[in-house]
């Protein structure tokens, strides 16, 4: 048995009409392959870069996002570590600061008062932790009268001057009050953000 039905025929092509190439029909022949090649080649290499745009986009976009995670992160450590150091200020250092800042501080509004007001008796109200150190302006200001007396029911820090028909009130402890609060509510809020 044959299997020839099962195989192509190359004969018959051979036996067929005859092709005849002109160098013009060869040089468009040859013209035709190189427009298709190089179209080939132009499409693969924008295809190619356009993979690579994609591919160098995403790169970025993680790399940016990486790093501002990474920031965020940062920022929230050092935070995170500074809250304590500020939270020891406002509890240690200020408090006594504000107190050695009293008389200074009294120092400047009398004189700040004087100036508009004229040289007037002064008196000045003070709890007793203040009221020794408060004793120092008569040296420091003589050309002053002032009296100074001790209300024990003013905390540290809180004073009231008196100088003619003019009031002024000093609260310490409501300064330091107001700046550890606001120390909480950066805090608050940080943890809010980065949450």
């Not at 298709?36 to 132009?42: D, F």
């Not at 003589?142 to 009130?169: C, F, K, M, N, W």
């Amino acid at each position: 048995m044959s299997i020839a039905h099962l195989l192509d025929d190359f004969g018959s092509i051979a036996r067929g009409k005859p092709i005849t190439l002109t160098d013009v029909l060869l040089e468009e022949e040859r013209l035709e392959a190189f427009e298709k090649g190089y179209q080939a080649g132009w499409d693969d290499c924008v295809k190619s870069q356009i993979e690579d745009g994609r591919r160098i986009t995403a790169d970025l976009v993680q790399n940016l996002q990486d790093f501002s995670f990474t920031y965020e992160e940062a920022h929230a450590e050092i935070l995170a570590m500074l809250h304590p150091l500020l939270q020891q200020i406002t509890t240690s250092v200020l408090p006594a600061l504000s107190h050695a800042m009293l008389a200074p501080r009294i120092t400047e509004i009398l004189t700040d008062l004087i100036a508009t007001h004229g040289r007037q008796q002064v008196k000045i109200v003070a709890g007793p932790d203040d009221r020794m150190i408060l004793q120092t302006l008569s040296a420091d200001l003589p050309e002053l009268s002032i009296e100074v007396t001790e209300d024990p029911t003013l905390a540290s820090g809180q004073v009231y001057l008196r100088l003619g028909d003019r009031e002024h009130a000093l609260d310490m402890q409501s300064v330091l009050h107001g700046i550890e609060q606001a120390i909480s509510g950066f805090f608050m809020e940080n943890r809010k953000a980065v949450a």
